[in-house]
């Protein structure tokens, strides 16, 4: 099985990590538009080999998008153009109606499984891609009946070897929920850091007071803004009812 991981990152690695050293994938390609990225991929055993992407569109059993969701809304298209009949296309977005709305009436649709794994870390690129990051996460396949039985089936198991915990639902429902319990928190963490980083340019002790909880609580704010603020972009009437309750 030929699995191309588009993004080696933090996502993208960690599944192309496991996806190798648990027999499910027996060659990982990656495409990434950052050549150092793609050196450390290399370099760290993340995949065997980086390649461009229309090459590794022609070879591909799985492709497996994980780049921030807006730049997934403009490549799945093309990909979706472009593909083999038998290869399925999965994504990791942390939003999916716009995703799943973009590819709707595309004459491939059916070879596209709109997935999220719920797992991660404040830390990003290839480097930062860890064994077992999945195992035991949740993970939410969308619009299930829009794709072929024979991808979806394919992508369960993709999911299972990475040990994770699979839940079904349209593309709305997910974003509503995920407002709630992952990017509201993202929201809340991005406004302490910046609101305290703001106060620390007059008043320089305000790091020597700062405890493990708001280390805590602002964690999450260390997390890429090119990755967060396309997905606040994307499910912001969801993100703004979360935060008026």
């Known amino acids: 099985m030929v699995v191309t991981i588009i993004g080696v990152g933090l996502i993208g690695g960690s599944i192309?990590?496991?996806l190798k050293s648990r027999g499910f994938a027996t060659r990982i390609i990656g495409v990434d538009k950052d050549k150092q990225n793609g050196l450390d991929a290399i370099m760290f055993g993340v995949v065997d080999e980086m390649m461009d992407l229309d090459k590794a569109i022609s070879v591909s059993d799985i492709i497996i998008i994980s780049?921030?969701?807006k730049a997934t809304t403009e490549l799945l298209p093309y990909i979706l153009d472009r593909v083999k009949p038998n290869t399925v296309i999965t994504d990791a977005g942390s939003t999916k109606k716009d995703i799943c709305e973009i590819v709707k009436k595309h004459k491939n649709r059916k070879q596209y499984v709109a997935f999220h794994p719920i797992a991660g870390t404040e830390n990003f690129g290839a480097k930062a891609a860890l064994k077992g990051l999945f195992d035991t996460k949740m993970g939410i396949i969308?619009?299930?009946a829009l794709s072929s039985p024979k991808a979806v089936k394919l992508i369960e198991k993709l999911f299972e070897t990475l040990n994770m915990k699979l839940l079904y639902m349209d593309a709305d429902s997910h974003d509503m929920h995920v407002a709630y319990v992952s990017h509201m928190p993202h929201v809340i963490s991005y406004v302490l850091a910046e609101t305290?980083?703001?106060v620390e340019k007059s008043?320089?002790?305000?790091?020597n007071l700062a405890g493990s909880g708001f280390a805590s609580t602002a964690r999450l704010g260390k997390s890429p803004a090119s990755m967060w603020v396309p997905i606040f972009e994307q499910n912001s009437k969801h993100i703004s009812k979360a935060l008026d309750v």
């Open 196 to 198: 305290v980083l703001e």
């Open 203 to 207: 008043t320089s002790t305000i790091f």
């Open 142 to 144: 969308c619009e299930k």
């Open 16 to 18: 192309a990590l496991d």
């Open 67 to 69: 780049i921030p969701v």
